[in-house]
């Protein structure tokens, strides 16, 4: 009754997206269709709600005659994984999907704020529509509460390497930022229709852009985080084409982040503005198909039905369709832009759109082109991380000797030498990095750069923060304590990259590996520690089986026990890897736990890296992720006091 119950009010939401795209698009001025598109889409909004809480329902009851508990869930696993698992699966992330989209369509129809009438009722039509669109697929094509008759006395489990509490958190995040873009795209449309991109528009804008582009952040931060310690390979980006779906989107999220920005104070970039909102979400869109048509063979993939790819290969044509196709007819009536000169913060922001298009356009290509070759009959071809280092790193690293100095200057018209003055300190700082680095790696230039490039990053992002605590008189004290929020918010995010860029230069560059054999009360040497296996038995889990050996670490700092295992899961053939890892201030030591070796006389294979500053990345993220935060509530608290 439950899974009806579910199935019913997602099929009611249906109806009231498409009613809620109708009026909205409908109602131009204040009258009854407009008050009856915020009930609507409220009301849309509220049964996703109670649609999702039957499908969690039937996970934690381990219903069995629900295909996707029968096919994801088995009755011996943990709670927080019986929740997790109505979410990692393709039908209930699709549930997952339409929720989102409501709610924020739900939210967007009940803050007007200071836009026009027109356009406010227009972005939730639209947003209504999206919705619609989603539900449309998830209903007709991948249900997920479709019965089984007859039902099976036991279900086959949630797949192992997704029983972890990462991955219980990452596709909510990644989703909230994955659709979140559409509501950045529900107003660009709306702006379109009404051929008005004003400020007040992006006023409206940026905090919807800012919540997506965060959770995007902090969504793939923790599925990298979850990649390095749960596939046991010791990595914690591989360029896989599933990631890129994801890297994309916040690329071009990023780019749209500042671009807003310029909108909202300058009234410039309007039709920028707007085309990067279409291409995030067009983006996005195009993420979803990589993942769930089947075309890529990954660990990330969901589906692997060509029927349910080509649906979202229309729902594509469709968005970009109707977005591109206004764009083209409408854009050239927007109002024209305000001027600022070559050197000022709009310019600096410009190049930060440059980049971050160019960069999402690059990785776009690397990650399609092998798609076309082998659709045209060219055969297999892989497009791997060379590629991608060798044309998306100098690009990133291009923008980012570029970004310390948009805080620097000042809107319209900027001071170059004042702004060299005050960044003087960091470029001695970088320089002294470089020559360093270049001595001690003998001559790598390439790592050097890099360290020097993240250096450049953090120690401009401080000398800001020390430029605007300067400020004004009375104790330093005091006046960090009324510090803007905003300055704080892109401090952090702009030191965020700085410290994300020296952690993936030396993890990249430096890391060491090697694969020995081991039996208890054996060691090895290995990146200056004696690496010693101690003992190696068999245990139990919750759900699982697991073959542990414990470790002995010892280097000068001192001595450290860490465990690394070989699981075994009922539902699954494959056994999985949970490594070891023991984190230190150079960087981690990651133990993963191979097989039995034949004839070896107890000896086990283990393979051992030494990953350098490996968590400044996770560190790094996690403050870009904080900046964005930061900004978002900053942004909130200041609508209200204008209200």
Request: proline residues 5%; charged residues 10%; contains cysteine.
């Amino acid at each position: 009754m439950i899974a009806e119950i579910g199935a019913f009010a997602a099929a009611l939401a249906l109806a009231l997206s498409l009613a809620q795209g109708v009026f909205g698009l409908a109602a131009s001025r204040r009258d009854s269709r407009a008050e009856a598109t915020a009930a609507i889409a409220q009301a849309a909004a509220a049964l996703c709600v109670l649609a999702f809480i039957c499908l969690i329902i039937v996970f934690v009851r381990s219903d069995f005659s629900v295909a996707p508990v029968a096919a994801n869930s088995h009755i011996d696993k943990p709670l927080i994984y019986k929740i997790a698992g109505a979410w990692g699966n393709h039908e209930g992330s699709m549930l997952l999907w339409c929720l989102v989209s409501a709610v924020f369509g739900g939210v967007l129809a009940s803050t007007r704020g200071s836009q026009s009438f027109g356009l406010w009722s227009r972005a939730v039509g639209v947003q209504g529509l999206v919705t619609a669109g989603a539900l449309i697929y998830t209903l007709f094509l991948s249900n997920p509460f479709a019965r089984l008759d007859p039902a099976p006395m036991q279900g086959s489990g949630l797949n192992p390497l997704l029983q972890d509490p990462a991955l219980a958190a990452h596709p909510p995040l990644l989703y909230l930022g994955y659709v979140g873009l559409s509501v950045p795209f529900s107003l660009a449309l709306a702006a379109l229709l009404e051929g008005k991109a004003d400020q007040a528009w992006a006023k409206a804008l940026r905090p919807w852009t800012l919540l997506a582009w965060t959770c995007l952040t902090l969504g793939i931060g923790l599925g990298s985080y979850w990649a390095y310690y749960e596939l046991g390979w010791g990595g914690w980006w591989f360029w896989d084409p599933v990631e890129n779906a994801s890297f994309m989107p916040w690329l071009v999220a990023c780019a749209l982040v500042h671009s807003a920005i310029v909108t909202e104070r300058r009234g410039s970039l309007a039709s920028w503005t707007i085309l990067l909102a279409i291409l995030g979400f067009g983006l996005a869109l195009l993420g979803t198909f990589l993942v769930r048509s089947g075309v890529l063979t990954s660990v990330h993939s969901f589906a692997v039905d060509p029927q349910r790819g080509i649906a979202v290969l229309v729902l594509l044509a469709i968005a970009m369709g109707a977005g591109f196709g206004l764009y083209a007819w409408r854009a050239p009536k927007l109002a024209q832009p305000s001027g600022f000169a070559a050197i000022s913060r709009e310019s600096m922001l410009v190049w930060n759109n440059f980049g971050l298009a160019v960069a999402a356009g690059v990785v776009l290509i690397g990650t399609l082109y092998p798609l076309l070759v082998e659709a045209l009959g060219g055969g297999l071809i892989s497009v791997g991380p060379p590629f991608f280092n060798m044309t998306v790193a100098p690009l990133l690293a291009a923008l980012f000797i570029v970004l310390p100095f948009g805080p620097m200057l000042t809107w319209r018209v900027g001071d170059m030498r004042q702004a060299l003055l005050r960044l003087a300190p960091a470029a001695a700082l970088a320089v002294l990095t470089l020559i360093i680095a270049l001595v001690i790696t003998h001559w790598r230039a390439a790592p050097a750069i890099g360290l020097a490039i993240g250096v450049w990053l953090i120690a401009g992002g401080l000398i800001y923060l020390w430029t605007r605590i300067r400020r004004g008189e009375g104790a330093a004290f005091a006046k960090i304590a009324v510090l803007p929020l905003a300055v704080w918010s892109m401090s952090i995010a702009h030191i965020g990259a700085g410290v994300l860029t020296l952690g993936a230069v030396a993890e990249t560059a430096f890391r060491s590996e090697q694969a020995v054999a081991l039996s208890p009360g054996e060691g090895v040497t290995f990146a200056g520690r004696r690496i010693t296996m101690i003992e190696i038995g068999e245990v139990e889990g919750p759900n699982y089986s697991a073959t542990r050996a414990n470790f002995r670490v010892d280097s000068a700092s001192g001595a450290g026990i860490v465990a690394a295992e070989r699981r075994f899961y009922p539902t699954s053939p494959m056994p999985t890897t949970e490594v070891g890892i023991l984190s230190s201030l150079d960087g981690d030591i990651y133990i993963a736990l191979g097989e039995a070796v034949r004839d070896g006389a107890g000896a086990w294979s283990v393979r051992l890296y030494h990953n350098p500053l490996v968590h400044l990345i996770f560190i790094g993220v996690s403050m870009m992720g904080v900046g964005g935060l930061l900004s978002f509530i900053a942004l909130t608290r200041r609508r209200r006091s204008a209200a």
